[in-house]
Nanobody, 114 residues
Framework: QVQLVESGGGLVQAGGSLRLSCVGT????????IQWYRQAPGKQREFVAI???????NYAVSVKGRFTISRDNAKNTVYLQMDSLKPEDTAVYYCRQSGSPVVWGQGTQVTVSS
């Protein structure tokens, strides 16, 4: 059973930075597509960033130029570096592994104060 565990969330002031980590179990992790999503209170879960097994990336318009997704396959880990954070980035951040079945992590809270 594949599991994903996120960490790195916390409270930060606007303009600050955080780095989230998503650690996956199983050797298949390094061959799959991984995404980051987020869900703010009262809102639907939304896409943030994606990285393929070969390292190709893409981002939501709202975070492009501020967030960077990367992966270290030797550590079965995908990172989300978040810079120039804004209060509207406040949300629970989830990583998601594509495939059958799709696997979600439990989420990590990010709170950005103004």
């Amino acid at each position: 059973q594949v599991q994903l565990v996120e960490s790195g969330g916390g409270l930060v002031q606007a303009g600050g930075s955080l780095r989230l980590s998503c650690v996956g179990t199983g050797s298949i992790f390094r061959t799959t597509v991984i995404q980051w999503y987020r869900q703010a209170p009262g809102k639907q879960r939304e896409f943030v960033a994606i990285i393929t097994s070969s390292g190709t990336t893409n981002y939501a318009v709202s975070v492009k130029g501020r967030f960077t997704i990367s992966r270290d396959n030797a550590k079965n880990t995908v990172y989300l570096q978040m810079d120039s954070l804004k209060p509207e980035d406040t949300a629970v951040y989830y990583c998601r592994q594509s495939g059958s079945p799709v696997v979600w992590g439990q989420g990590t809270q990010v709170t950005v104060s103004s």
